[in-house]
């Protein structure tokens, strides 16, 4: 059961540089959503894209692009690393219905010099 | 203000003693409710959801009270592996499957 699948772990980037997260389910999941994580902050939204072929600006977008490449994948890219976006960042999918929890990949933790 | 506040602890806790918290919500259209839980940043994972009746899993039981817009959790019996993040996590109505996030509860049990 592999459920939800971010590569990758662990990066370190120095600014300026760009690189893409990859996040991929295969639990059928119509919804995807990534999320970055702070010291002492909830999860806070990026992105997400509601059904293959849609993605929405969430609650943090700045900086950040986002392709939802088929129903299986959504990835997030950082066109041009800054310090600030050094975070913890989790993708999630879910059906969306209300009363459906999210299921979330193990996070990649990226660091920007 | 934000949309879901929790006192962040850390509350500590003997083994086998009972320990209670709640999260307050803003939105009163919020319409689904969640406990997760989060193991030292690792990813979070869902530890129950929250009915209006109330609901009990285990040790662990949620309660939602809709007028004072707030949900609770209350853990029984501690266990060292009940130390955790508890997030409490609120879907609304008109959202796309779309949760605001608590920055979570610190729970420590002590032997």
């Known amino acids: 059961n592999a459920g939800v699948t971010q590569t ?26 990534w999320y970055r994580q702070d010291p002492g902050m909830g999860l806070r939204l990026i992105y997400y894209s509601a059904s293959e072929g849609t993605t929405d600006k969430g609650e943090v977008p700045n900086g950040y692009n986002v392709s939802r490449l088929n129903k299986r994948e959504f990835s997030l890219r950082l066109e041009s690393a800054a310090p600030s976006q050094t975070s913890v960042y989790f993708c ?13 990949g193990d996070g990649t933790r990226l660091s920007i010099l | 203000r934000k949309e879901v506040e929790q ?23 919020s319409q689904s ?8 940043r690792k990813e979070p ?47 609304q109505t008109d959202s796309w499957g779309k949760l605001q996030f608590g920055a979570g509860t610190q729970v420590v049990v002590t032997p």
């Not at chain 2, 409710?33 to 030292?40: I, K, L």
């Open chain 2, 33 to 40: 409710f969640f406990w997760y839980r989060q193991d030292c």
């Open chain 1, 92 to 104: 999630a999918s879910t059906i969306p219905l209300g009363d459906q929890p999210q299921h979330f």
């Open chain 2, 45 to 91: 994972k869902l530890l129950m959801s929250v009915y209006s009746s109330g609901n009990e899993d285990g040790r662990f039981t949620a309660q939602l009270n809709r007028a004072s817009q707030y949900i609770s959790l209350l853990i029984r019996d501690s266990k060292l592996s009940d130390s955790a993040t508890y997030l409490c996590v609120v879907h």
């Open chain 1, 8 to 33: 990758p772990k662990f990066q370190v980037l120095k600014t300026g540089q760009s690189m893409t997260l990859q996040c991929a389910q295969d639990m059928n999941h119509n919804s995807m959503y």
């Open chain 2, 7 to 29: 006192d962040p602890g850390p509350f500590n806790v003997p083994e086998g003693a009972t320990v209670a918290f709640n999260c307050t919500y803003s939105n009163s259209a």
